[in-house]
DNA sequence: GCCGTTGCTGAATCTGTGA
DNA sequence: ATCACAGATTCAGCAACGG
């Protein structure tokens, strides 16, 4: 029962051929950061379906009312998505995709097992099919649903990556790309498309920059002609692939063969700012950053408070930290001291945080934090 | 048990003032032509949401939108759809609308009560409320299911007046409207928001010129303030209201009044937007128009940085998008990116802003793009 | 009246760390 | 497990106001 072969071709992953559950029991708990599934749409498929105990579902009989279908397809994707749960890591996380025929059986699944959805994600297809028959509106999108493990995992979002990418903009969860054709897309030897649903490396582009860190693993069960491990690759992730058809996996083992990694410094994404070191206010002071007795101002000058020795800042008989005594002075509950107080310099009001790069530099700690 | 009251303001609709459920019993069977449902969301929201301001958002949290769990919501949800689908006519259709927090659910238990999907259709939202927190895409978008009846159901799709109104391309299921806000959003005697959710008439346009017929009568079983009897009205198309809460119906009323509807000959489309996204730098990295690890020069070449995959720039230690590492290199407060970096070709520079028309051409964005 | 500035708000599952 | 608290975080549209 095990898988016909397994295939491993470069150190950044290797391709599993054989049945997508059974291979899926193989692997070892938590050893997974991220899940990419593009699993069967199609209902016509259901020959394909396998039951939670590994059974294979008897193909589509007319005499099966949709309810059984539903039942079907919903037992073979709850099976799978319990395989890949136990798979990944505490903060990982997973992403499916799928249409109107499938993504709302897949996203009921995915809730009823306790993963917990971060977004869906729209991809809105520049060039997608017309409906040929005036019956429908054009079918242009497909969704993506993005979950963790569960409700507690913290899950990797390159945030600062994506915005500094969307022209400083927050990444919105409606993609626009266009659909796998021209060269990228993969033909047998007939000419032929090799695969049914290809998907575009650039979709998978901008979900591994957003959800993984260079050197994490990402697991995709339904492995296909191999778009995430030809993308995984070459952004230097670490990839496992599942795939049941030996042409398949084996057009997919010589499309990721020719794929170049990017060099490790192109790959590196930005830090967050609460990755690097804390500075805390009292530190400031005990470098002689700033002196105790030094006045702070609000950004418009309505508060004028006094520095402490104590690292404490004093104001109208309040002493307490810049950030509570933020708060108290605007009657908000909560204050980033940091940005709320000012000192005079020149005349002119500068924030607090302008303090923390010198006292960075003064403790050694340059922008230049690589992890 | 039976409604409180009744309101018949004009021929062209009713609201039933009363539980959702209750009163969808009293209705006849196979009396209506389309169904517009949007239900509580089951929002799970746990603590409050701050504004990097301090200030608290104004999210819903009303008791109406409270579910103990999953299992109560799907019971609750397959009750009213099971109403919902005997008081529609044999080739009745439904719209549903609805967040990731519950569509999947929404469209699993319509998919399992035997309706038929048509299409799930996307509405953007132009201005949509940003992440606060930065742990998540920007939520940008709901999920809006259309479904016939049956499998067998003839649903009414008015594909010419839709395409007509899309410069003669085919009606796309992805559509961008702006949120509900201005003029037309009802406020009530505090000048607050009248009711948490509601929704822009130029969906329900849309909609109602989609999939129904003038004289239809429109079904709307979670009423609200009444957009879906405004439009239902100025559209002259009859609507049935189901609400709750006297406060919400009493509003719809008087707003409906209010509404002047149409002449018989000018119910047909309304003209549409075009709209032409940005094209991020990101995209083109995600697109393979460069790559990176290629080198970017400033325009006399007195720099030279180099792109990183995760759509960034990086010079001297610093890693920014184009624009802000413009900025920085030229010590200004701003720059834009795309004039200021130049790739080389032919032993040439050229501003990567020339790199925008090929992904424009790949985005099919020289074409008509449906709003 | 026009224009720039400031402030408010919208269906939101929105933190991380150390004690 | 809970609790305290440091401190990181926003886009587009509209309204109100001041010059």
Chains 1, 2 share one sequence.
């Not at 917990?116 to 005036?134: A, L, T």
């Not at 054009?138 to 500094?164: P, Q």
């Not at 927050?170 to 007939?190: A, H, N, T, V, Y």
């Not at 998978?204 to 957003?210: E, K, Q």
């Amino acid at each position: 029962m095990g898988s016909r072969r397994v295939k491993v071709r470069s150190q950044s992953g290797k391709i599993l051929v054989g049945d997508c559950i059974a291979e899926l029991k193989k692997l070892p708990t938590a050893s997974v950061d991220l899940v990419f599934a593009d699993p069967p749409y199609n209902l016509q498929l259901a020959g394909d379906l396998m039951r939670p105990n590994n059974t294979k579902v008897d193909g589509v009989d007319d005499q099966w009312d949709k309810f059984d279908d539903f039942a079907a397809y919903d037992s073979f994707c709850r099976a799978w998505l319990t395989e890949v749960r136990r798979v990944l890591k505490p903060d990982g996380a997973i992403w499916v995709i799928g249409s109107y025929h499938n993504i709302f059986r897949l996203g009921a699944a995915i809730q009823d097992l306790g993963f917990w959805i971060q977004n869906d994600v729209i991809w809105r297809k520049v060039n997608p099919m017309p409906n040929f028959r005036g019956k429908r509106f054009t079918n242009a999108h497909e969704t993506m649903i993005w979950a963790g493990r569960d409700r507690k995992s913290r899950v990797t979002f390159n945030y600062e990556s994506l915005k500094a990418s969307n022209d400083d903009l927050q990444m919105r969860s409606d993609w626009l790309f266009p659909i796998c054709s021209g060269p990228e897309r993969l033909k047998d030897d007939g000419g032929r498309k090799a695969h049914p649903t290809q998907k575009p490396e650039a979709l998978l582009h901008r979900i591994l920059i957003a959800s993984t860190k260079p050197g994490d693993t990402v697991l995709d069960p339904f492995f296909g002609t191999g778009t995430t491990g030809a993308v995984a690759k070459r952004l230097g992730r670490k990839f496992i692939g599942i795939e049941r058809d030996l042409d398949y996996a084996t057009a997919a083992d010589e499309r990721i063969a020719k794929v170049q990694p990017l060099e490790t410094e192109a790959i590196e994404t930005l830090p967050s700012k609460r990755s690097e070191p804390r500075i805390p206010f009292g530190q400031i002071l005990e470098l002689g950053i700033i002196k105790p007795g030094r006045k702070l101002f609000g950004p418009r000058r309505e508060v004028r408070a006094e520095v402490r020795a104590d690292g404490t800042l004093f104001y109208d008989g309040q002493q307490a930290s810049i950030h509570r005594l933020g708060a108290i002075v605007q009657g908000k509950a909560a204050c980033n001291g940091w940005t709320y107080w000012h000192f005079e310099a020149e005349g002119k009001l500068k924030p607090i945080d302008d303090l923390r790069s010198e006292a960075k530099r003064q403790l050694g700690l340059g922008s230049r934090i690589s992890i």
